[in-house]
């Protein structure tokens, strides 16, 4: 049975860092796709990063320069880390994982993704 679950989450202060967790099983790491999204209160689900065995990692510009995203197979997990957060990075958190070949080139629309996590929420306030 395919399972993500995602911990990390928390509040924190604009200009600080989080690092995020994904601890998948019921599959390979590097046989999947994985991918990071956020929701924000009142707003559509967003992507933000994934990686792929076969080329790697992929950013958006919500993500590119602040966000890193990274797995290790022995651990069976992928990892967000957040730098220099803002309060507009305030959403809940969701990891989502499929198949390499499900994902186009850049690979972070939700819809190409088929298994998700529960989410974990972060907030950035002073």
């Known amino acids: 049975q395919m399972q993500l679950v995602e911990s990390g989450g928390g509040s924190v202060q604009p200009g600080g860092s989080l690092r995020l967790s994904c601890v998948v099983s019921?599959?390979?790491?590097?046989?999947?796709?994985v991918g990071w999204f956020r929701q924000a209160p009142g707003k559509d689900r967003e992507g933000l990063a994934r990686i792929r065995s076969s080329d790697g990692t992929y950013y958006t510009r919500s993500a590119r320069g602040r966000f890193t995203i990274s797995g290790d197979s022995a651990k069976n997990t992928v990892y967000l880390q957040m730098n220099n957060l803002k309060a507009e990075d305030t959403a809940v958190y969701y990891c989502?994982?499929?198949?390499?070949?499900?994902?186009?080139?850049?690979?972070?629309?939700?819809?190409?993704?088929?298994?998700w996590g529960q989410g974990t929420p972060v907030t950035v306030s002073s």
């Open positions: 989502a994982a499929t198949e390499p070949r499900r994902i186009g080139t850049y690979g972070i629309w939700d819809w190409e993704y088929d298994y």
């Open positions: 019921g599959f390979t790491l590097d046989d999947y796709a």
